[in-house]
Protein backbone atom coordinates (compact mmCIF):
# COMPACT_ATOMS: atom_id res chain seq x y z
CA UNK A 1 0.00 0.00 0.00
CA UNK A 2 3.02 2.72 0.59
CA UNK A 3 4.89 1.70 -1.97
CA UNK A 4 3.19 4.49 -4.47
CA UNK A 5 3.73 7.14 -2.36
CA UNK A 6 7.36 6.56 -2.37
CA UNK A 7 9.24 9.50 -3.99
CA UNK A 8 6.08 11.99 -3.69
CA UNK A 9 7.26 14.79 -2.33
CA UNK A 10 3.81 15.84 -0.22
CA UNK A 11 3.50 12.37 0.76
CA UNK A 12 7.21 12.25 2.96
CA UNK A 13 5.36 12.93 6.05
CA UNK A 14 2.43 10.45 5.60
CA UNK A 15 4.97 8.20 4.86
CA UNK A 16 7.97 8.82 7.50
CA UNK A 17 5.07 8.26 10.25
CA UNK A 18 4.02 5.33 8.72
CA UNK A 19 7.56 3.62 8.30
CA UNK A 20 8.37 4.65 11.92
CA UNK A 21 5.49 3.16 13.60
CA UNK A 22 5.78 0.07 11.37
CA UNK A 23 9.69 -0.10 11.92
CA UNK A 24 9.13 0.27 15.93
CA UNK A 25 6.14 -2.12 16.39
CA UNK A 26 7.79 -4.84 13.54
CA UNK A 27 11.15 -4.76 15.32
CA UNK A 28 12.89 -3.48 11.79
CA UNK A 29 15.64 -1.02 11.88
CA UNK A 30 15.24 -1.17 7.70
CA UNK A 31 11.94 0.35 7.70
CA UNK A 32 12.93 2.56 10.90
CA UNK A 33 16.12 4.44 9.26
CA UNK A 34 13.98 4.95 6.14
CA UNK A 35 11.48 6.94 8.29
CA UNK A 36 14.58 8.99 9.16
CA UNK A 37 15.57 9.76 6.42
CA UNK A 38 11.98 10.82 4.92
CA UNK A 39 11.89 12.92 8.40
CA UNK A 40 14.92 14.74 7.50
CA UNK A 41 13.98 15.56 3.76
CA UNK A 42 10.32 16.76 5.10
CA UNK A 43 12.30 19.41 7.79
CA UNK A 44 15.12 20.30 4.86
CA UNK A 45 12.08 21.03 2.13
CA UNK A 46 9.81 23.43 4.87
CA UNK A 47 10.95 26.75 5.00
CA UNK A 48 9.34 27.14 8.31
CA UNK A 49 8.78 24.14 10.23
CA UNK A 50 6.59 24.17 13.03
CA UNK A 51 7.56 23.40 16.27
CA UNK A 52 5.44 21.08 16.37
CA UNK A 53 6.83 19.38 13.24
CA UNK A 54 10.68 19.92 14.72
CA UNK A 55 9.69 18.12 18.07
CA UNK A 56 8.36 15.06 16.33
CA UNK A 57 11.17 14.86 13.63
CA UNK A 58 13.64 15.11 16.81
CA UNK A 59 11.78 13.08 18.63
CA UNK A 60 12.16 10.21 15.96
CA UNK A 61 15.49 10.84 15.18
CA UNK A 62 16.27 10.43 18.58
CA UNK A 63 15.32 6.42 18.67
CA UNK A 64 17.57 6.10 15.28
CA UNK A 65 21.70 5.14 16.52
CA UNK A 66 23.11 6.94 13.36
CA UNK A 67 21.10 10.39 14.13
CA UNK A 68 20.87 10.68 18.00
CA UNK A 69 23.57 13.40 18.03
CA UNK A 70 21.41 15.49 15.60
CA UNK A 71 18.50 14.76 17.82
CA UNK A 72 20.35 15.89 20.72
CA UNK A 73 21.33 19.52 19.06
CA UNK A 74 17.46 19.70 17.97
CA UNK A 75 16.20 19.37 21.32
CA UNK A 76 18.92 21.83 23.10
CA UNK A 77 18.13 24.38 20.15
CA UNK A 78 14.64 23.90 20.81
CA UNK A 79 14.95 23.93 24.85
CA UNK A 80 16.93 27.32 24.46
CA UNK A 81 13.80 28.84 22.74
CA UNK A 82 11.30 27.48 24.84
CA UNK A 83 12.88 27.47 28.88
CA UNK A 84 9.11 26.82 30.58
CA UNK A 85 9.05 23.23 28.54
CA UNK A 86 10.43 20.48 31.02
CA UNK A 87 10.01 17.68 28.68
CA UNK A 88 12.11 19.18 26.31
CA UNK A 89 14.90 19.73 29.01
CA UNK A 90 14.28 16.01 29.89
CA UNK A 91 14.89 14.73 26.32
CA UNK A 92 18.06 16.81 25.74
CA UNK A 93 19.47 15.51 29.38
CA UNK A 94 18.21 12.24 28.50
CA UNK A 95 19.94 12.14 25.04
CA UNK A 96 23.03 13.20 26.40
CA UNK A 97 23.16 10.49 28.89
CA UNK A 98 22.67 7.82 26.00
CA UNK A 99 25.61 9.53 24.16
CA UNK A 100 27.58 9.17 27.39
CA UNK A 101 27.99 13.23 27.15
CA UNK A 102 26.96 13.13 30.97
CA UNK A 103 26.10 10.67 33.88
CA UNK A 104 23.39 9.03 35.30
CA UNK A 105 23.80 10.99 38.39
CA UNK A 106 24.25 14.28 36.72
CA UNK A 107 20.20 13.49 34.88
CA UNK A 108 19.49 13.37 38.35
CA UNK A 109 20.58 16.39 39.29
CA UNK A 110 19.56 18.48 36.39
CA UNK A 111 16.00 17.03 36.34
CA UNK A 112 14.77 16.17 39.92
CA UNK A 113 14.47 19.98 40.63
CA UNK A 114 12.45 20.72 37.50
CA UNK A 115 10.17 17.61 37.83
CA UNK A 116 8.97 18.65 41.67
CA UNK A 117 6.86 19.19 40.86
CA UNK A 118 5.82 17.73 37.53
CA UNK A 119 4.50 20.13 34.91
CA UNK A 120 0.68 19.78 35.10
CA UNK A 121 -0.23 19.65 31.61
CA UNK A 122 -0.79 16.06 30.43
CA UNK A 123 0.75 16.21 26.90
CA UNK A 124 3.80 17.71 28.97
CA UNK A 125 3.77 14.85 31.23
CA UNK A 126 3.49 11.81 28.95
CA UNK A 127 6.28 13.50 27.18
CA UNK A 128 8.41 13.03 29.74
CA UNK A 129 7.48 9.31 30.35
CA UNK A 130 7.55 8.41 27.09
CA UNK A 131 11.33 9.84 27.27
CA UNK A 132 12.01 7.70 30.54
CA UNK A 133 10.65 4.28 28.91
CA UNK A 134 12.36 4.20 26.17
CA UNK A 135 15.97 3.58 28.28
CA UNK A 136 16.09 -0.01 27.99
CA UNK A 137 17.87 -0.89 31.73
CA UNK A 138 18.16 2.69 32.93
CA UNK A 139 21.12 3.36 35.35
CA UNK A 140 19.78 2.56 39.02
CA UNK A 141 20.98 6.60 39.91
CA UNK A 142 18.07 7.25 37.80
CA UNK A 143 15.88 5.33 40.12
CA UNK A 144 14.59 8.75 41.95
CA UNK A 145 13.43 10.58 38.63
CA UNK A 146 11.28 7.54 37.55
CA UNK A 147 10.03 7.22 41.12
CA UNK A 148 8.72 10.79 40.83
CA UNK A 149 7.34 10.46 37.66
CA UNK A 150 5.74 7.50 37.99
CA UNK A 151 4.03 9.01 40.99
CA UNK A 152 1.93 11.65 38.67
CA UNK A 153 2.11 9.74 35.33
CA UNK A 154 0.14 6.03 34.80
CA UNK A 155 2.31 4.97 32.20
CA UNK A 156 3.19 0.85 32.89
CA UNK A 157 6.51 0.39 31.23
CA UNK A 158 7.97 3.32 34.09
CA UNK A 159 6.95 0.38 36.51
CA UNK A 160 8.79 -1.87 34.38
CA UNK A 161 11.88 -0.10 34.22
CA UNK A 162 12.05 0.43 37.63
CA UNK A 163 12.00 -3.46 38.16
CA UNK A 164 15.10 -3.79 36.09
CA UNK A 165 16.85 -1.40 38.02
CA UNK A 166 15.86 -2.55 41.27
CA UNK A 167 17.05 -5.70 40.05
CA UNK A 168 20.03 -4.47 38.86
CA UNK A 169 20.90 -2.66 42.56
CA UNK A 170 19.83 -6.49 43.68
CA UNK A 171 17.11 -5.37 45.69
CA UNK A 172 15.22 -8.24 44.92
CA UNK A 173 12.34 -7.60 46.68
CA UNK A 174 11.58 -4.12 45.60
CA UNK A 175 12.13 -5.41 41.64
CA UNK A 176 9.39 -8.52 42.58
CA UNK A 177 6.73 -5.22 43.72
CA UNK A 178 7.35 -3.80 40.70
CA UNK A 179 6.76 -6.54 38.53
CA UNK A 180 3.86 -7.60 39.91
CA UNK A 181 2.63 -4.33 39.55
CA UNK A 182 3.68 -4.16 35.90
CA UNK A 183 2.09 -7.59 35.08
CA UNK A 184 -1.10 -6.76 36.41
CA UNK A 185 -1.36 -4.37 33.42
CA UNK A 186 -2.77 -5.12 30.35
CA UNK A 187 0.39 -4.48 28.67
CA UNK A 188 2.53 -5.96 31.07
CA UNK A 189 0.09 -9.22 30.64
CA UNK A 190 1.37 -9.16 26.54
CA UNK A 191 5.07 -8.46 27.17
CA UNK A 192 7.77 -10.95 26.87
CA UNK A 193 10.26 -8.89 28.45
CA UNK A 194 8.17 -9.52 31.95
CA UNK A 195 8.56 -13.11 31.31
CA UNK A 196 12.25 -12.69 30.62
CA UNK A 197 12.75 -10.46 33.60
CA UNK A 198 10.59 -12.27 35.91
CA UNK A 199 13.26 -15.59 35.38
CA UNK A 200 16.00 -13.78 35.45
CA UNK A 201 14.36 -12.42 39.09
CA UNK A 202 13.57 -16.41 39.81
CA UNK A 203 17.16 -16.96 39.53
CA UNK A 204 18.71 -14.58 41.35
CA UNK A 205 16.24 -15.56 43.86
CA UNK A 206 17.63 -18.66 43.69
CA UNK A 207 14.40 -20.75 42.33
CA UNK A 208 16.45 -22.08 39.62
CA UNK A 209 14.32 -24.84 38.82
CA UNK A 210 11.00 -21.96 38.46
CA UNK A 211 13.19 -19.81 36.55
CA UNK A 212 14.76 -22.42 34.10
CA UNK A 213 11.41 -23.58 33.65
CA UNK A 214 10.52 -20.27 32.41
CA UNK A 215 12.89 -19.95 30.38
CA UNK A 216 11.71 -22.57 28.29
CA UNK A 217 8.33 -22.02 28.19
CA UNK A 218 8.98 -18.77 26.13
CA UNK A 219 11.42 -20.50 23.46
CA UNK A 220 8.58 -23.37 23.27
CA UNK A 221 5.89 -20.16 22.89
CA UNK A 222 8.34 -19.10 19.95
CA UNK A 223 8.15 -15.16 20.38
CA UNK A 224 10.32 -13.56 17.73
CA UNK A 225 13.78 -14.39 17.32
CA UNK A 226 15.50 -11.81 19.78
CA UNK A 227 13.29 -12.84 22.92
CA UNK A 228 13.51 -16.49 22.08
CA UNK A 229 17.67 -16.00 21.90
CA UNK A 230 17.22 -13.95 25.35
CA UNK A 231 14.98 -16.67 26.81
CA UNK A 232 17.80 -18.86 25.87
CA UNK A 233 20.75 -17.28 27.17
CA UNK A 234 19.51 -17.24 30.30
CA UNK A 235 18.35 -20.70 30.04
CA UNK A 236 22.33 -20.97 30.17
CA UNK A 237 23.08 -18.73 32.69
CA UNK A 238 20.93 -21.15 35.10
CA UNK A 239 21.86 -24.28 33.64
CA UNK A 240 25.56 -22.96 34.67
CA UNK A 241 24.70 -22.59 37.82
CA UNK A 242 23.21 -25.74 38.47
CA UNK A 243 26.82 -27.24 37.45
CA UNK A 244 25.70 -28.46 33.65
CA UNK A 245 28.45 -26.23 31.90
CA UNK A 246 28.17 -28.81 28.59
CA UNK A 247 23.77 -28.38 28.45
CA UNK A 248 24.35 -24.43 29.23
CA UNK A 249 26.82 -24.60 25.98
CA UNK A 250 24.21 -26.44 24.32
CA UNK A 251 21.90 -23.87 25.13
CA UNK A 252 24.24 -21.27 24.29
CA UNK A 253 24.04 -22.81 20.57
CA UNK A 254 20.83 -22.12 20.30
CA UNK A 255 20.92 -18.86 21.13
CA UNK A 256 23.44 -17.84 18.43
CA UNK A 257 21.40 -20.27 15.78
CA UNK A 258 18.14 -17.80 16.74
CA UNK A 259 19.84 -14.53 16.60
CA UNK A 260 23.02 -14.69 15.05
CA UNK A 261 23.13 -10.60 14.73
CA UNK A 262 23.98 -10.21 18.18
CA UNK A 263 27.51 -10.34 18.93
CA UNK A 264 27.75 -10.08 22.77
CA UNK A 265 26.30 -14.46 22.40
CA UNK A 266 29.70 -14.89 21.18
CA UNK A 267 31.02 -14.30 24.42
CA UNK A 268 29.25 -16.75 26.27
CA UNK A 269 29.49 -19.28 23.35
CA UNK A 270 33.28 -18.39 23.64
CA UNK A 271 33.24 -18.50 28.02
CA UNK A 272 31.24 -21.65 28.18
CA UNK A 273 33.33 -23.48 25.35
CA UNK A 274 36.59 -22.45 27.02
CA UNK A 275 35.57 -23.51 30.34
CA UNK A 276 34.63 -27.22 29.15
CA UNK A 277 37.99 -27.32 27.09
CA UNK A 278 36.20 -27.04 24.01
CA UNK A 279 37.77 -24.06 22.87
CA UNK A 280 41.32 -23.49 23.63
CA UNK A 281 42.41 -20.21 24.98
CA UNK A 282 43.79 -18.45 21.60
CA UNK A 283 40.59 -18.75 20.07
CA UNK A 284 38.95 -17.44 22.95
CA UNK A 285 40.84 -14.50 22.99
CA UNK A 286 40.33 -14.07 19.24
CA UNK A 287 36.60 -14.04 20.20
CA UNK A 288 37.14 -11.44 22.75
CA UNK A 289 39.68 -9.78 20.57
CA UNK A 290 36.72 -9.72 17.71
CA UNK A 291 34.31 -8.37 19.71
CA UNK A 292 35.95 -5.37 21.14
CA UNK A 293 37.40 -3.97 17.93
CA UNK A 294 33.42 -3.76 16.86
CA UNK A 295 31.11 -3.29 20.27
CA UNK A 296 31.92 -0.03 23.01
CA UNK A 297 32.68 -0.69 26.54
CA UNK A 298 29.66 1.88 27.60
CA UNK A 299 27.43 -0.77 28.57
CA UNK A 300 29.32 -4.12 28.33
CA UNK A 301 26.95 -7.75 28.79
CA UNK A 302 28.32 -9.80 31.75
CA UNK A 303 29.57 -12.22 29.49
CA UNK A 304 32.40 -9.87 28.49
CA UNK A 305 33.55 -9.86 32.37
CA UNK A 306 33.22 -13.38 33.06
CA UNK A 307 35.14 -14.00 29.72
CA UNK A 308 38.00 -11.84 30.93
CA UNK A 309 38.17 -12.78 33.81
CA UNK A 310 38.41 -16.29 33.04
CA UNK A 311 41.02 -16.04 30.29
CA UNK A 312 44.85 -16.55 31.38
CA UNK A 313 46.44 -12.83 33.02
CA UNK A 314 47.54 -10.66 29.85
CA UNK A 315 49.51 -7.86 30.21
CA UNK A 316 48.32 -6.46 27.13
CA UNK A 317 44.96 -6.35 28.59
CA UNK A 318 45.70 -4.44 31.41
CA UNK A 319 43.82 -1.29 31.01
CA UNK A 320 40.92 -3.69 30.18
CA UNK A 321 40.57 -5.14 33.50
CA UNK A 322 41.04 -1.06 34.78
CA UNK A 323 38.41 0.37 32.64
CA UNK A 324 35.75 -3.23 33.51
CA UNK A 325 36.69 -2.64 36.82
CA UNK A 326 35.65 0.96 37.25
CA UNK A 327 31.90 -0.50 36.26
CA UNK A 328 32.23 -3.55 38.62
CA UNK A 329 34.69 -3.04 41.45
CA UNK A 330 33.75 -6.07 42.83
CA UNK A 331 34.69 -8.43 40.31
CA UNK A 332 36.82 -10.93 42.34
CA UNK A 333 38.13 -12.21 39.06
CA UNK A 334 39.22 -9.05 37.47
CA UNK A 335 40.95 -8.42 40.69
CA UNK A 336 42.61 -11.59 40.76
CA UNK A 337 43.94 -11.10 37.53
CA UNK A 338 45.26 -7.98 37.99
CA UNK A 339 46.95 -8.99 41.22
CA UNK A 340 48.60 -11.58 38.93
CA UNK A 341 50.39 -9.06 36.77
CA UNK A 342 51.39 -7.31 39.31
CA UNK A 343 52.82 -10.17 40.79
CA UNK A 344 55.40 -10.63 38.12
CA UNK A 345 57.17 -7.03 39.08
CA UNK A 346 55.77 -6.17 42.94
CA UNK A 347 55.24 -9.66 44.60
CA UNK A 348 55.27 -8.43 47.90
CA UNK A 349 52.71 -6.03 46.73
CA UNK A 350 50.78 -8.25 44.91
CA UNK A 351 50.61 -10.21 48.42
CA UNK A 352 49.27 -7.26 49.96
CA UNK A 353 46.66 -6.60 46.92
CA UNK A 354 45.19 -10.11 47.95
CA UNK A 355 45.18 -9.96 51.70
CA UNK A 356 43.05 -7.32 51.23
CA UNK A 357 40.59 -8.98 49.03
CA UNK A 358 40.70 -12.12 51.28
CA UNK A 359 39.71 -9.63 54.15
CA UNK A 360 37.42 -7.92 51.51
CA UNK A 361 35.81 -11.86 50.53
CA UNK A 362 36.11 -13.94 53.92
CA UNK A 363 33.44 -15.99 53.04
CA UNK A 364 34.04 -16.57 49.53
CA UNK A 365 36.38 -19.91 48.90
CA UNK A 366 37.58 -18.40 45.58
CA UNK A 367 39.90 -15.78 47.04
CA UNK A 368 41.84 -18.83 49.49
CA UNK A 369 42.12 -20.31 45.47
CA UNK A 370 43.51 -17.01 44.67
CA UNK A 371 45.94 -17.37 47.87
CA UNK A 372 47.05 -20.98 47.04
CA UNK A 373 47.97 -20.54 43.50
CA UNK A 374 49.93 -17.45 44.56
CA UNK A 375 51.88 -19.30 47.49
CA UNK A 376 52.56 -21.91 44.72
CA UNK A 377 53.98 -19.84 42.40
CA UNK A 378 56.07 -17.82 45.09
CA UNK A 379 57.13 -21.13 46.36
CA UNK A 380 55.49 -20.98 49.61
CA UNK A 381 53.95 -24.57 49.82
CA UNK A 382 53.06 -23.89 53.74
CA UNK A 383 50.76 -20.97 52.81
CA UNK A 384 49.63 -22.84 49.56
CA UNK A 385 48.61 -25.67 51.88
CA UNK A 386 46.61 -23.40 54.42
CA UNK A 387 44.95 -21.71 51.88
CA UNK A 388 43.79 -24.85 50.22
CA UNK A 389 42.31 -26.20 54.01
CA UNK A 390 40.39 -22.54 54.32
CA UNK A 391 38.32 -23.61 51.69
CA UNK A 392 38.03 -27.29 52.65
CA UNK A 393 36.79 -26.09 56.19
CA UNK A 394 33.69 -24.49 54.20
CA UNK A 395 33.48 -27.03 51.90
CA UNK A 396 34.92 -30.26 52.87
CA UNK A 397 33.96 -32.11 49.06
CA UNK A 398 35.30 -29.37 47.27
CA UNK A 399 37.06 -31.15 44.41
CA UNK A 400 39.27 -28.49 43.15
CA UNK A 401 40.79 -27.61 46.77
CA UNK A 402 40.97 -31.27 48.15
CA UNK A 403 43.39 -31.87 44.55
CA UNK A 404 45.24 -29.23 45.00
CA UNK A 405 46.23 -29.83 48.65
CA UNK A 406 47.07 -32.99 47.21
CA UNK A 407 48.96 -31.75 44.59
CA UNK A 408 50.72 -29.48 47.39
CA UNK A 409 51.53 -32.36 49.40
CA UNK A 410 52.95 -34.30 46.92
CA UNK A 411 55.44 -31.57 46.01
CA UNK A 412 56.25 -31.17 50.06
CA UNK A 413 56.91 -35.00 49.64
CA UNK A 414 54.84 -36.38 52.03
CA UNK A 415 53.14 -38.94 49.56
CA UNK A 416 50.87 -40.44 52.22
CA UNK A 417 49.01 -38.07 52.87
CA UNK A 418 48.67 -36.80 49.21
CA UNK A 419 47.97 -40.38 48.22
CA UNK A 420 44.75 -40.37 51.21
CA UNK A 421 43.79 -37.14 49.31
CA UNK A 422 43.54 -37.81 45.97
CA UNK A 423 41.54 -41.08 47.41
CA UNK A 424 39.27 -38.69 48.85
CA UNK A 425 39.10 -36.95 45.67
CA UNK A 426 38.01 -40.31 43.59
CA UNK A 427 35.54 -41.96 46.24
CA UNK A 428 33.92 -38.62 45.32
CA UNK A 429 34.37 -38.66 41.85
CA UNK A 430 35.63 -41.61 40.06
CA UNK A 431 36.32 -40.86 36.92
CA UNK A 432 38.18 -37.40 37.74
CA UNK A 433 41.33 -37.84 35.29
CA UNK A 434 43.76 -35.69 37.49
CA UNK A 435 43.45 -37.46 40.08
CA UNK A 436 43.90 -40.72 38.65
CA UNK A 437 47.04 -39.31 36.88
CA UNK A 438 48.33 -38.15 40.21
CA UNK A 439 47.55 -41.80 41.43
CA UNK A 440 49.96 -43.18 38.78
CA UNK A 441 52.46 -40.33 39.30
CA UNK A 442 52.65 -41.22 43.13
CA UNK A 443 53.26 -45.11 42.71
CA UNK A 444 56.05 -44.21 40.12
CA UNK A 445 57.14 -42.02 43.02
CA UNK A 446 56.99 -44.31 45.78
CA UNK A 447 58.86 -47.07 43.66
CA UNK A 448 56.08 -48.79 42.32
CA UNK A 449 57.06 -47.91 38.98
CA UNK A 450 55.71 -50.69 37.23
CA UNK A 451 52.23 -50.16 38.34
CA UNK A 452 52.58 -46.51 37.79
CA UNK A 453 53.61 -46.76 34.68
CA UNK A 454 50.61 -49.23 33.41
CA UNK A 455 48.05 -46.94 35.14
CA UNK A 456 49.03 -44.33 32.83
CA UNK A 457 48.96 -46.69 29.89
CA UNK A 458 45.28 -47.09 30.87
CA UNK A 459 44.30 -43.40 31.28
CA UNK A 460 41.55 -42.24 28.57
CA UNK A 461 42.75 -39.36 26.58
CA UNK A 462 42.08 -36.02 28.82
CA UNK A 463 40.65 -32.93 26.87
CA UNK A 464 41.53 -31.28 29.94
CA UNK A 465 39.52 -27.99 30.35
CA UNK A 466 41.66 -24.78 31.32
CA UNK A 467 43.13 -24.59 34.67
CA UNK A 468 40.40 -22.20 37.18
CA UNK A 469 41.55 -21.76 40.53
CA UNK A 470 38.33 -22.79 42.21
CA UNK A 471 36.61 -23.75 39.10
CA UNK A 472 34.31 -27.29 41.21
CA UNK A 473 32.84 -23.83 43.22
CA UNK A 474 29.27 -23.39 42.45
CA UNK A 475 29.39 -19.88 42.28
CA UNK A 476 31.47 -19.60 39.64
Known amino acids: MLAPLEGVAVA ?15 LDPSLFEQATVLYRQALAATPAPSYGLRVEVADVLSEWPDTETLALEMFQRLGAENPTVVSLAVRSSLLA ?97 SELLLADLERQLGDLEASAQRYEEIVARQPNPPVTAAALRGLAFVRTLEGQPAKALGVYEAAIAADPNTPDYT ?112 GDLPLAASAYQRVLDQEPDNLGALSALAGVTFQQGELATARALYTQVLAIAPDYWEAQYAIAELNIADDKKLTGLEQLQQLPPRRRPPHQPGATHPGR
Do not use: C
Open 97 to 193: YSLDEISAATVTAQLQPLLSPMPSSVPEQRAIATALARLDNPDPALLPIYETVAATVDAPLLTYRMAQMHLAQGNLQAAKEALTRYRATPMGQTDWG
Open 267 to 378: LGYALLAYRTGHMTATVATETLDSWLASQSLDNPPPELFDLVGALPADAARADLYQTLLTQRPDDLWLQWRTIQLLAQTNPTAAQTQLEGLIAANPDDVAVYFFQGELAQQQ
Open 12 to 26: RLPLARAYSVIGRRQ
